[in-house]
């Protein structure tokens, strides 16, 4: 890991990912910097201990991990990413969330591990490339809307959903033992909205309410209730 463990910010912040052994003993230490800033908005494990997080940086970004130094991100707008590392520290890949028009922003909010597919939600506003990796797949919003991207966790492109109608907050996800998938968000209404890996709607609910209700965090029970 990085050897010096003391961390300096700009003044508009800059994330990090530290990880300590079982007696709260250092290990090892990703930073993430932007000069516009940059943030971890979350952070999760699959089953053979690889971390996946993600976030959004500002700027000129960089990625220090084991001090080695990876791109990360450039321009003055927010991009988000999605970054991976084995269970000693050792970066593995890392994808950012391009906006090919140039002159808006997108990050990242939540991220999952489900049966070797990585599931990730996220924000943006303009126009988007969901497959950097790839043959470029395009997504166009005037005001802002969510995304749900489902990625093998090598990074390939499976599929994607995107709300419409200027969703505001889409930052819950959760699956169930079956693998199913549940994503709820806000938009002109408050939905939830249930998945099987292949990316095919199962369930969905209309909670209506305006924008004077949000769902906060969902849990699944034994018997797949919700």
């Known amino acids: 890991g990085v050897q010096d463990t003391t961390l300096f910010s700009n003044t508009l912040g800059n994330g990090f990912i530290v990880k300590l052994d079982s007696l709260g003993e250092f290990e090892w230490l990703a930073r993430v910097s932007g000069n516009y800033g940059s943030g971890i908005e979350d952070i999760t494990l699959d089953d ?15 990625l220090d991990v084991g001090g080695e130094n990876f791109a990360l991100g450039s321009g003055a707008n927010y991009t988000g990413f999605v970054m991976t590392f084995d269970p000693d520290g050792n970066y593995l890949w890392s994808q950012l969330f391009n906006n090919v028009s140039g002159a808006h922003n997108s990050t990242g909010y939540e991220i999952l591990v489900v049966n070797n597919k990585l599931l990730l939600t996220g924000s943006f506003s303009g126009t988007m490339d969901m497959n950097p990796a790839g043959t470029p797949i395009t997504l166009s919003s005037t005001n802002g809307t969510n995304f749900l991207i489902c990625l093998d966790t090598n990074s390939t492109y499976n599929w994607h959903h995107q709300v419409f109608n200027n969703a505001d907050d889409g930052r819950t ?54």
């Open 48 to 62: 053979q201990g690889n971390v996946y997080s993600t976030g959004f940086v500002r700027g000129i970004g960089t």
């Open 173 to 226: 996800l959760t699956a169930d033992s079956a693998g199913n998938i549940y994503y709820s968000y806000l938009a002109s209404n408050t939905y939830l909205k249930k998945f099987d890996l292949n990316g095919n709607v199962l369930l969905n609910i209309d909670w209506g309410s305006g924008n004077s209700f949000v769902i906060e965090d969902v849990a699944i029970d034994q018997d797949s209730g919700i």
